[in-house]
């Protein structure tokens, strides 16, 4: 199948996708803001330049959209129809190198936390994701008088750490 659009106009798209700033980052920066963390943003010193550069509690966030980084079983992601082979290529070598920047950022002893931007596209799931997402960031889930809540009868502080490319 053609693209319905010029190679010109095609290109002129897809250099307006914003790469940083976007609508889940901010959701994402202004939640953790009125929670009273303090955080830089897409620092380049960092391997994969995170979104979010939590120092204080050694901890940097990626907000992922999931088209761009392959996100599996996801209604969002779906492979376009023309240049097949190109996408295919394209974001296998950006799971790659999220792979590879989540690991060195490991090793460099720094958490790394990965949210998907379909985890915080409805209300619904946003609230939880993001209460998740701050309870992880400060610990709150190893604290043993923290008293989670309960999400599908299991406990928030019960699920595993998630790897990156699960859903």
Known sequence: MTDI???????RNMAAIKGKDTKPE???RKYLFSKGLRYRVNNRKFPGSPDIVLK?????????????HGHEDCKYFRLP????????????MNY???YANNIELELAGWRVIRIWEC???????RE????????????LQNNPIYQPDRIDGESIAAEPEATYGEK
């Open 5 to 11: 659009k010029s190679q010109e106009e095609r290109s």
């Open 26 to 28: 901010m959701i994402v």
């Open 56 to 68: 204080k509690y050694k901890t940097v966030v990626f907000v992922d959209g999931c088209f761009w």
């Open 81 to 92: 129809k023309s240049n097949v082979n190109f996408w295919r290529h394209k974001i296998a």
């Open 96 to 98: 790659a190198r999220d």
């Open 119 to 125: 985890e915080i596209k409805t209300k619904a799931k």
């Open 128 to 139: 939880e994701t993001l209460k998740r997402l701050y309870n992880r960031i400060t610990g």
